[in-house]
């Protein structure tokens, strides 16, 4: 008996010490890094948005940026980054839908416009672009208080998971204030004063690419090679 039990002790003694596997479930380690990994893309865009937002503060909607590059430059490095770490975002689903109101853009035309509203006794209000993605409409409009607007009516089709193609069908402005809106097949447009002459964009097709897009704002270029930064407008425009 005292031999046997001799033996079995040595036998356990041999016998080789297997540990814990230190990966029990792979999947579930690969999860968390994932997570891990959306989490630190997630700060890394918020970080990002919160420094194109105070660059862009006090901009004037783009007037001042016209004049400073070292600015505008430094605004489309923080924009082309949002774009990098969005590069697997849908941004043309239903959230798409909404009143944009204009923060900040390097688009001449409209830019010109806002400055000039005073030589039609006005001024400049909200720039907007409102976009319906069920109805496939886009608006892009320029509002002149306390009635006036000038805007271009689109159709739009989704194309992929951030473009959004678009066709101009029409125009309509009203300057003044007892004026009705009138409408033109869009092969070019001339916004005119008594001494100046802008001729809009000749085209009528293109797209556009939300870069970004959240509760709060959206960043957009365009086929032009524009920028535009929009929030959500407290208030839903209408024709």
Known sequence: MATALSLTAISNFLTPFNPPNPNPNPTLLKSRTLTLTRSSLTDQSLSAKQN??????????????????????????VIDSMAVLGTDKVTTGPSLSATWRLLWTTEKEQLFIIKNAFLFGTRAGDVLQVIDVEKGVLNNVITFPPHGVFFVRSTIEIASPQRVNFRILKLGWCINIDCNVGFARFTSAVLRGE??????????????????????????????????????????WKE
């Open 52 to 77: 194109l937002l105070d660059l862009i503060s006090d901009q004037d909607r783009g007037l001042k940026t016209q004049t400073d590059p070292s600015k505008l430059s430094e605004i489309i490095k």
């Open 195 to 236: 001494s100046w002459e802008l001729p809009l964009p000749p085209f009528g097709q293109g797209w556009f690419e939300s870069v970004y897009l959240d509760d709060e704002i959206r960043v957009v270029k365009d086929i032009r090679g524009d920028y535009l930064v929009v929030d959500r407008a407290p208030y839903s």
